[in-house]
């Protein structure tokens, strides 16, 4: 599976940006699709993560701001993100989980396929 992230850029504080990520593949449907990110001089952490049900998952930081969702005929999934805060900057990854017994949404160590990233910066 490759995963392609665009939608990145530069916006001041409280506006939004919509990320994308297309996914090779015929299986993209039944993966676990998740939003990560990484600020400068910080370990990556999850944003947003979305089953394969469409049952949707967030960081504390970023609820009520941000909204993932996807779109199984374009293999694709967003995430939308408004009232951008200054922290929020960072480069983001999308990355895909394949189905397994056992799911942890939250956790980068149980995805499988990465994105290239790419960089959100919120300006105050």
């Known amino acids: 599976v490759l995963l392609q992230a665009s939608g990145g850029g530069s916006v001041q504080a409280g506006g939004s940006l919509r990320l994308s990520c297309a996914a090779s593949g015929r299986t993209f449907s039944s993966y676990i699709m998740g939003w990560f990110r990484q600020a400068p001089g910080k370990e990556r952490e999850f944003v947003a993560g979305i089953r394969s049900d469409g049952f949707t998952y967030y960081a504390d930081s970023v609820k009520g701001r941000f909204t993932i969702s996807r779109d199984n005929v374009k293999n694709t999934v967003y995430l939308q993100m408004n009232s951008l805060k200054p922290e929020d900057t960072g480069v983001y990854y999308c990355?895909?989980?394949?189905?397994?017994?056992?799911?942890?949404?939250?956790?980068?160590?149980?995805?499988?396929?990465w994105g290239q990233g790419t960089q959100v910066t919120v300006s105050s």
């Open positions: 990355a895909a989980q394949r189905p397994r017994p056992t799911t942890v949404v939250g956790s980068q160590s149980t995805y499988d396929y």
